[in-house]
């Protein structure tokens, strides 16, 4: 069934949307079984490239390698904020949903959210070969898809008007901006703490 959904996001958001809003919509279903398989991409590749691939920046032709040890740390972090931020963003979504629907307020926003975001956590795979420029390029990318698809997905699955979508979707895609801006800043203190990234020596 992820499989399905995924591809359809992908193949016929619209009718996709249809589908997911017409099943039941349970943390346990969407996060357990969805975001956890989902944002599990990213991580597992992020750290086969920091570990075996490596990182080359700018024209210094040196490969930086993390330990094993700090690339499991850093990867198991960032899997753990990945779904945790799935999570509280479909809180704030469901929060969010009471000034805008009328009738209908099933908790759908772990779902929207979980949806939303599988374009980011796919073209995690990327981080098998880290290089900066490309994976930035295909990062904006699954950006923009991202928020077509909440932009596409705000309406029907809220069953709401496209102005009232269009205005919803406008708060959710601030609520994100701001949990980024949090995540860089929990980032620095935890690499001011000492869990950064350790690498092998060249």
Same mark, same amino acid.
């Given at each position: 069934?992820? &499989?399905?959904?995924? !591809?359809?996001?992908?193949?016929?958001?619209?009718?996709? !949307?249809?589908?997911?809003?017409?099943?039941?919509? /349970?943390?346990?279903?969407?996060?357990?079984?969805?975001?956890? *398989?989902? @944002?599990?991409?990213?991580?597992?590749?992020?750290?086969?490239?920091?570990?075996?691939?490596?990182?080359? *920046?700018?024209?210094?032709?040196?490969?930086?390698?993390?330990?094993?040890?700090?690339? %499991?740390?850093?990867?198991?972090?960032?899997?753990?904020? #990945?779904? /945790?931020? =799935?999570?509280?963003?479909?809180?704030?979504?469901?929060?969010?949903?009471?000034?805008?629907?009328?009738?209908?307020?099933?908790?759908?926003?772990?779902?929207?959210?979980?949806?939303?975001?599988?374009? %980011?956590?796919?073209?995690?795979?990327?981080?098998?070969?880290?290089?900066? !420029?490309?994976? #930035?390029?295909?990062?904006?990318? @699954?950006?923009?898809?991202?928020?077509?698809?909440?932009?596409?997905?705000?309406? *029907?699955? #809220?069953?709401?008007?496209?102005?009232?979508?269009?205005?919803?979707?406008? @708060?959710?895609? /601030?609520?994100?901006?701001? #949990?980024?801006?949090? %995540? &860089? @800043?929990?980032?620095?203190?935890? !690499?001011?703490?000492? =869990?950064?990234?350790?690498?092998?020596?060249?």
């Amino acid at each position: 069934m992820i &499989l399905d959904h995924v !591809w359809g996001i992908f193949t016929h958001p619209d009718d996709e !949307w249809e589908t997911i809003r017409s099943e039941p919509n /349970t943390i346990g279903r969407h996060y357990l079984t969805h975001a956890l *398989i989902l @944002a599990a991409i990213p991580a597992v590749c992020a750290y086969i490239g920091a570990t075996q691939v490596g990182w080359s *920046i700018g024209s210094d032709d040196t490969v930086h390698r993390l330990t094993s040890e700090s690339a %499991l740390m850093l990867c198991l972090l960032f899997y753990g904020a #990945m779904i /945790t931020g =799935v999570v509280i963003l479909g809180k704030f979504i469901d929060f969010l949903s009471a000034t805008y629907q009328e009738d209908d307020h099933t908790p759908r926003g772990v779902a929207l959210a979980t949806y939303t975001t599988a374009p %980011l956590f796919i073209c995690g795979i990327i981080a098998l070969y880290p290089v900066l !420029w490309l994976d #930035m390029i295909i990062g904006l990318i @699954a950006v923009a898809y991202s928020v077509y698809l909440l932009y596409e997905g705000v309406p *029907i699955l #809220m069953s709401i008007p496209k102005d009232k979508g269009f205005i919803f979707a406008s @708060a959710i895609v /601030t609520v994100g901006l701001v #949990m980024f801006v949090g %995540l &860089l @800043a929990i980032t620095v203190i935890v !690499w001011a703490v000492g =869990v950064g990234p350790v690498y092998i020596p060249v």
